[in-house]
Every structure is written in structure tokens, then in C-alpha cells.
């Protein structure tokens, strides 16, 4: 049995960063996706997903941190489920403290956590619970600055397809001084490159427009760093393929996430794509931001 054919999903996350919509999104393109389900039902859920002939492959289960055992319970789990052939693969929503606490607020709901103390002391306690489970997650998306079809769009990248390649590479550019995407399992920092901010012909363009491009690409070491970086991350992807993980996400920085990243992240992303065996997204974070 293929490891598709033997895992499925579990979705998971800081209340308020998007469950749901993940969940509908998911629902959405034929999956079969139990809301709030309790961890220790995992297993049970699996046994009738199997005499139910549902493709493993498109089974998901959003449990959430109302249990003040989850963190335990999901381990044991997830240990219970792969021990009897059942790979898991892990998807974590998160946002920023002031996000979700906008959020809470719009809707005017308290956080189930919060007990009767103040919203952010809710979210800082989930925070802590959630730990050792994002640092496990197989997939991080930060909604912070994400709507809801954006959100759904991600979901859909992610798991719309039927016969996609193993891994999954969201390639990101980004400015430093708005801060590093909490999603990223790699970064690169192109801020040593000359910066076409203080060109004044090219300030007003982004890494998208080839005058911007063509910029940044002559510089010194600019060369040097996509060939270096296409090794390095050949034997990356290698290794997380080896492990079993399905999707990663590369940040591509500079000082505001105008030029030069994004110049360099459509390069990376390109040559990615050439190198072949994954599927590629690139996108950008903070331009329009200034």
C-alpha cells in the first residue's frame, strides 16, 4: 500500500486561525472531514473510514484543544494509528496574537481557553498547549494575513490535486522589517545584495517588473546563491522525502519584501520547478505593503 493510499489528514491549529474554513475547503473537494473530533476517536474513525471504502487519502479530522489532556492524547494517537499502518499527516493553522484577538473580537466570542481571565491570557495558554504539536506538523499555515478564500486557496493548492509529486514547496518572499513568516522551514537572506530602493528609477517597481530583475540577477554573488541554493536544497528535499514530509515552505528575504526577494524568489521557484519530482507555489508576501 502506497503511503497516499495509507494516510490521511488531520487538521489542527490555534482556535480562531481558520479550522473551519480549512475544513469546508476540504469538504469541498470530496473529502470526508469530521469537525471537532475528540483525539482519542481517531483511531475509531480510521476503522470505519476503512469499512466505510473511503479512500484513506481523502479523510480528515479537525480536533481542536478544548481537552486538557490533547497534547497527550493526540500523541498517543497519532502513535496508535501509524503502529497499525496508518500514516498521519498533520496540518497546523496558526496567526498572530493580535490577529486572533481581532478576530475573537469581531465575532464576540470568548476563547475557549480563557476561563474567566482575558482573551489573550486564553490565547497564550492554547499557545503553550500547541507547542510540541506545531513543532511536529508536517504543514504550518499562518493566517494572519490570510481571508478566508485565500486561506481556502492555499487548501486547495495544497490538496486539490489527485496525482501530484510528493513534495510540496511554497516558496514565499518577504520583508524583514514586517517580520519572518512563522510558517517557514528555510530562509533566505538576500539583504547582502544591493538594494534597488535607492535606485530611483526602480523604487516604484517590484521583483516582478524585469528592470528590478535583471537588477538583482547581475549583482555579485546573486548567481552564486541560486546555485548554491539549488544543491542545497536538492539534498534537503531528498531528506524530507525520506521522512515522509509532504510539504515545506521556503522564506526569501530582504529588507522589505519589494525587490530583491521577490526578484530571487520567482528564480528559486523557477528552478525548482526544472529540477522536477515537486509541485511549486510561489507567492509574495509584503509587496503593495509600503
Known sequence: MSERESAFVLVTGMSGAGRSTAAKALEDLGWFVIDNLPPGLLFAMAEEAGRAKLAADKVAAVVDVRSLAFTSDLNSAIEELEGRG????????????????????????????QSDGRLVDGIARERGILREVRANADLVIDTSNLNVHELRGKIVAFFGGEDRPGLRVNVVSFGYKYGLPVDADMVVDCRFLPNPHWVPELRPMNGLDTPVREYVLNQAGAKELLDAYDEVFAIIASGYTREGKSYATLAVGCTGGKHRSVAMAEQIGGRLRDRGGMEVQVSHRDVGRE
Open 86 to 113: 496508518v500514516g498521519v499527516r498533520v496540518v497546523f493553522l496558526e496567526a498572530s496574537d493580535e490577529e486572533l484577538v481581532r478576530r475573537f473580537e469581531n465575532v464576540r466570542r470568548p476563547h475557549p481557553l
